[in-house]
């Protein structure tokens, strides 16, 4: 895996919460994140990542779409209710229904498609204004 190199001043005080369903997802983008420079608190399930969130602490939440338990638009929606200023990223490795108005909600800037190029991501998370 290559690393990419971001200044620490960049990255500072830059937490994330990642949020997916697929541990091989949430090992991979958790160890290149880290490597990055981001802290990452990562979570297979939504129900814990709601009842562990503390306000104000995380720049971003990267929440996959579709998990079992719950799906990362009512995750983002009850995360909202605690916390109105962090800002997301929605992983899906699924086909869009441009008629879904969860889908309609979002900006494509803030979609992001698995699998994921680390570039990519790197990009889109340093894009997302502080």
Not at 10 to 20: E, G, P, S, T
Not at 35 to 50: K, L, M, Q, T
Not at 77 to 97: H, P, Q, S
């Amino acid at each position: 895996m290559r690393v990419l190199k971001v200044s620490a001043k960049a990255n500072a005080r830059r937490k994330i919460l990642l949020v997916d369903d697929e541990l091989d997802i949430i090992l991979s983008l958790k160890l290149f994140l880290e490597e990055n420079g981001f802290e990452v608190d990562a979570y297979d399930n939504p129900s814990s990542a709601i009842a562990d969130y503390k306000p104000g602490l995380y720049h971003l939440l990267i929440l996959d779409i579709k998990m079992p338990q719950m799906n990362g638009f009512v995750l983002y929606n009850e995360i909202r209710k605690i916390d109105d200023k962090v800002n997301v990223c929605f992983l899906t490795a699924g086909e869009i229904n441009p008629a879904d108005k969860d889908y309609q909600t979002i900006s494509d800037n803030l979609l992001l498609r698995k699998p994921i190029e680390n570039e990519v991501l790197l990009q889109a998370i340093e894009n997302i204004k502080s």
